[in-house]
């Protein structure tokens, strides 16, 4: 069953992620091979990166704390008190999730074959990745790549966290694509709205061979299928944060009406 959406949708950008991005990255990789050989391969190749601040992430992406109601507290009491001789059992009132610090990023290498050099590095951005410190991190990363003869194409489904490059000239929208080639002195730049398609975006290889697609379109839609997210999303709830601006919101709500009708 194929997304409501005709673009990225929404509804995945919450605890479904890692799967999502996972998928993704190895999508790209199979659908680029056959654009690519003989002379070059797309290989996975996944990074660390320390989430020194998870706690934006807390029921967004991480499991949601954990609470005792007060009943429970006293049910458990009166239980104590009419059974003093069963072992003692102390119950703290909270619990929370002890959240792992490390995330592991997925990321498309595509190489050369006759030298095993790095040509493109396909990233799709994670949480993480739009959150200082790790943001300034990942900024550093793409101007050693840039530096370094290798070109990075960004893809970034995600609505939450801080843009990696910022322009006036660039629209406020949900989503975007950007590509930064080698020694440019410009960035390439896809804004993507909800209502959007995802774009169909060049994959630079070494001079002097030419560009090849990526459809990111049939790639998202494969993966939506394949993994049967509609069975794991409830659309009838509203999705992850952040909030909608008032015209998208609007958008949604006919979508969404649309969708119940059919």
Known sequence: MPSP???????LEGYLWPDVHHRLA??????????????YVARLEIYVVEDRDPQSEIGVMYPDVEVMT??????????????????????????VPLVNPQVHITVVEVRDVAQNQLVTSIEILSPVNKRDPARAAYRQKRDRLRA????LLEVDLLRRGLRTIAHPRIPDTPYRVTLVRSRAEVAEVWPI????????????????DPDVPLELA????????????????DYGQPP???PFLAEETEWLKTLMTAKGQS
Do not use: C
């Open 218 to 233: 049939s790639a998202f839609s494969a993966i939506y299928e394949e993994a049967a997210y509609e069975l794991s999303v």
């Open 240 to 242: 992850p944060p952040p």
């Open 148 to 151: 370094g003869g290798v070109h």
């Open 5 to 11: 959406f005709p673009g990225m949708d929404p509804y």
């Open 193 to 208: 709205r909800l209502a959007d398609r995802l774009p169909t975006v060049p994959v630079p290889l070494l001079a002097p």
């Open 70 to 95: 007060g009943r429970m507290l006293r049910e458990q009491a009166t239980i104590a008190e009419t059974a003093p001789m069963a072992p003692l059992k102390l119950v703290a009132p909270l619990t």
């Open 26 to 39: 190895t999508e790209i990789s199979r659908r680029l091979t056959p654009h690519l050989k003989p002379r």
